[in-house]
């Protein structure tokens, strides 16, 4: 349903993925470039694209090789969609709130606009269109609003980053007692590939904007460690209470500040490798400067 895009897997929900927190990553906290480059990982003999949702690395990797720009693969946000469903799903989503994301949802919306109910069998996965849609359409808002000159220049990057996941997240407020609900739709089994690619997009186009220029595994690590944190913040964000969700863009901007500082911690046990010298060490020392090269 979504153009294509850049794919890494995620948990819908994504506690898990937290952990990924662990791994070996370079941040570069005064990364400052607009418009920083796509992953090295280009083929230029594979030119189509094919359209699967079963599998969301194979597609992420076929996108790599079909050569085009970041900026070309993000300019099809809902494209996907038919006219007439695209009217429903837009009117149904006021009906969210009071009905949930569910057929009666689609039936309001559907009659709010003066379409036959029965356009709802037309959609092959009812509750899950129109979360998806929601999705699609949130990405092409934050979409518009970097587009728009969004002022991130006097934020250093994990700055940047927290203010794009709270402007996305804010777009979930008018839902969120009803997003429990949402997640547990994507995290059905013959959703889950969609929700991959959505996440994954929305990952990616947040990297892009905070001006990334990483590659190689550096460039597979952040969006993961980054999806972690965006989709730990999400399921804070709907047991918040505090006004404005105060304490959710606390709790991500911890969680930010964790990532970046694990950098320090992996630089001290590089010294160490440095200081064993031999060996392990050795190895170590090799492999820890392949990730961060560059970062001090």
């Known amino acids: 349903m979504l153009r294509s895009a850049t794919r890494v897997a995620f948990n819908p929900i994504g506690i898990r993925l937290l952990a990924s927190q662990c791994s070996f990553l370079r941040f570069s906290s005064d990364a400052h470039s607009p418009t920083p480059p796509l992953p090295p990982h280009q083929n230029p003999s594979h030119q189509q ?7 969301a690395a194979g597609e992420h990797k076929e996108e790599e090789s079909s050569g085009k720009t970041h900026s070309e693969r993000r300019g099809r946000v809902r494209s996907d969609y038919q006219t007439e469903q695209l009217r429903v799903l837009q009117a149904a989503l006021p009906h969210v709130v009071k009905l949930g994301w569910s057929e009666g949802a689609l039936i309001s919306g559907a009659r709010d606009v003066g379409v036959s109910p029965s356009i709802v069998g037309t959609f092959s996965r009812k509750e899950a269109a129109l979360v998806e849609y929601f999705m699609d359409d949130c990405l092409q808002r934050l979409i518009d609003i970097i587009d728009s000159g969004v002022d991130l220049s006097n934020l250093i990057l994990s700055g940047r980053l927290a203010k794009l996941i709270q402007i996305r997240l804010e777009m979930q407020a008018p839902y969120i007692s009803k997003w429990p609900q949402a997640l547990s739709i994507q995290a059905q089994p013959m959703n889950i590939p969609t929700s991959f690619k959505q996440r994954a997009m929305l990952i990616d186009e947040i990297w892009h904007a905070s001006g990334d220029q990483s590659s190689d595994i550096d460039w597979y690590v952040k969006r993961t460690v980054l999806g972690g944190i965006y989709s730990t913040s999400e399921v804070y964000m709907v047991t918040d209470h505090s006004p404005e969700f105060r304490d959710t863009w606390s709790f991500l901007d911890c969680r930010i500040k964790d ?9 001290e046990a590089t010294y160490l490798a440095e200081a064993v010298g031999a060996g392990m060490g050795t190895s170590l020392q090799g492999f820890m400067k392949r990730v961060f090269q560059g970062s001090s």
């Open 49 to 55: 694209r094919q359209e699967s949702d079963a599998s």
């Open 259 to 267: 990532a970046f500082d694990l950098q320090k911690s992996v630089q």
